[in-house]
């Protein structure tokens, strides 16, 4: 695998202007989350922590896109999505003033990093990406390409 070459946020997607944060979301509405991802292993762990009775409703998901077709039918208060992903459903649909994307407290920031995946045997090819990457992370031209594409993230510090 390469060095990461991008970084993107879990967020919390809502439609509701009163959220600021996941803090903000009433007690007992289902909030949707995205299955196997660190940012859904934080809010098991911290409904844990919280009295049954001050607990969200943790609606699991396997695709960003039925998320956001629940949330913009008001069936889920908030969901827990990549931010990127998110921007390309909402991009998709036209509806990206429909959603905004607010932060995840109180559970930690979550982030995401993107990589090739090469074969163990292309040593000398990784090697060669890994490089190039590094020199354009450093020239700043790797953070010009994401700043043109337009999606939400970041180059990895």
Avoid: C, K, N
Avoid at 86 to 113: F, I, K, M, N, Y
């Amino acid at each position: 695998m390469t060095r990461p070459y991008f970084e993107g946020l879990h967020v919390l997607a809502v439609t509701d202007p009163s959220i600021g944060s996941l803090r903000d979301v009433p007690t007992g509405e289902f909030v949707g989350s995205r299955l196997y991802t660190e940012a859904d292993y934080h809010l098991l762990a911290h409904l844990q922590t919280m009295a049954a009775g001050d607990r969200w409703r943790r609606l699991p998901f396997d695709s960003t896109e039925r998320q956001v077709d629940l949330l913009l039918e008001g069936t889920i208060a908030g969901a827990i999505v990549w931010e990127p992903a998110l921007h390309q459903v909402l991009t998709s649909r036209g509806a990206t003033e429909q959603v905004r994307s607010v932060s995840l407290d109180p559970l930690p920031e979550v982030t995401t990093q993107v990589a090739m995946v090469l074969r163990s045997d292309e040593v000398l090819l990784r090697r060669l990406l890994d490089e190039a990457l590094y020199h354009m992370q450093a020239s700043g031209a790797l953070a010009v390409v994401v700043a043109e594409v337009g999606i939400p993230g970041r180059v990895p510090r």
